[in-house]
């Protein structure tokens, strides 16, 4: 089984903190990506990586970077949090083009 | 630009009731077509997918068929149980692979 895991389920963060949410994946996908999850708006497509150091934004990348050094782990990185950025963040990874997206667990955000 | 349109929720059905949860999309070309379920506290799994026109998906009861004549692929069931609970998403990957729309989500509550 395919398994993408998530650093945290829950984080507190403040106002201008910079926050860092990782993600795992053990079975030597090529692709990775960054989705957010808002009621009413479904998932939105923050970042994508086709591969080791290679990344592409998504619909909404500002306001977050990504880091991806090793072809199994994806960071997402807010430099400095917002309010607006408390939501649920989704991590896909997909073998290739065409394939599935598997998603991890997810981390709900909250910065006060 | 492509995009996916499901119904509006939330659905609440009884047990052993029949579901269906509508989906189109717009797309140029031939895209491949996903249903997701994201269960309570989890992250999103794939439930079915189509990747050619008249293609039926189906898993654990769900069925879904590619339709491009009306350029749909509602979900359906024909008995849902109470651990059918969740929130329902219809993706759309396109050809190349580089573009994944979710729709915004359907949620689900199926009473005993």
């Known amino acids: 089984d395919v398994k993408v895991t998530q650093s945290s389920r829950y984080l507190v963060k403040r106002t201008g903190e910079k926050v860092f949410l990782e993600c795992v994946q053990d079975?030597?996908?090529?692709?990775m990506f960054w989705y957010r999850q808002d009621p009413g708006l479904g998932l939105r497509l923050i970042y994508f990586?086709?591969?080791?150091?290679?990344?592409e934004k998504g619909d909404i990348p500002e306001g977050y970077s990504v880091s991806r050094e090793k072809k199994e782990r994806f960071s997402l990185i807010l430099e400095s949090a917002s309010t607006n950025q408390t939501s649920m963040y989704l991590c896909?990874?997909?073998?290739?083009?065409?394939?599935?997206?598997?998603f991890g667990p997810g981390t709900r955000l909250l910065v006060l | 630009g492509d995009s996916v349109t499901q119904m509006e929720g939330p659905v609440t059905l009884s047990e052993e009731a029949f579901l269906t949860i509508n989906c189109t999309y717009t797309?140029?070309?031939?895209?491949?077509l996903f249903w997701y379920v994201q269960y309570p506290g989890e992250g999103l799994q794939l439930l079915l997918k189509?990747?050619?026109?008249?293609d039926k998906g189906s898993n654990k009861g769900f069925e879904a068929t590619y339709r491009k004549e009306t350029t749909s692929f509602h979900l359906e069931k024909g008995s849902v149980q109470v651990s059918d609970s969740a929130v329902y998403f219809c993706?759309?990957?396109?050809?190349?692979?580089?573009?994944?729309?979710f729709g915004t989500g359907t949620s689900l509550t199926v009473i005993p």
């Open positions: 079975m030597d996908h090529e692709n």
């Open positions: 993706a759309l990957s396109d050809r190349s692979g580089n573009q994944f729309y």
């Open positions: 189509a990747t050619k026109a008249d």
């Open positions: 990586s086709y591969d080791v150091k290679m990344k």
């Open positions: 896909a990874s997909r073998r290739g083009l065409q394939e599935t997206q598997y």
């Open positions: 797309a140029t070309g031939y895209p491949s």
